[in-house]
């Protein structure tokens, strides 16, 4: 099994539950895929380091995952650039 972190940042300008609702879905892609989740963190809104598309803060996500599904980990950064509500994302693997 080969870990990974994932993180990514949703738009502040949605409603709590659209935000909610972003992450529940960019889940299910993993899970769906039989990716096990080991931690999930929902970091709140934060400053980013510097303007992306016009916004100064984000809501940050964090998912520590386990998987030997690369189709998986494809499919979510498919989805996570195709997605406008999220702005950036970054995908991790992480050697034990």
């Known amino acids: 099994m080969r870990n990974y972190e994932i993180m990514f940042i949703v738009k502040p ?16 892609v993993l899970t769906d895929r039989k990716c096990k989740i080991n931690e999930e963190k929902a970091m709140g809104q934060k400053e980013l380091a510097y303007e992306i598309n016009k916004y100064k803060n984000g809501y940050y996500f964090l998912y520590v995952i386990e998987t030997d599904n690369n189709e998986a980990i494809s499919e979510f950064d498919r989805l996570a650039r195709l997605n406008e509500n999220i702005l950036r994302h970054l995908i991790i693997r992480v050697d034990d």
Do not use: C, G, S
């Open 13 to 28: 300008d949605l409603e709590e539950a659209a935000i909610k609702k972003e992450a529940e879905t960019l889940k299910k």
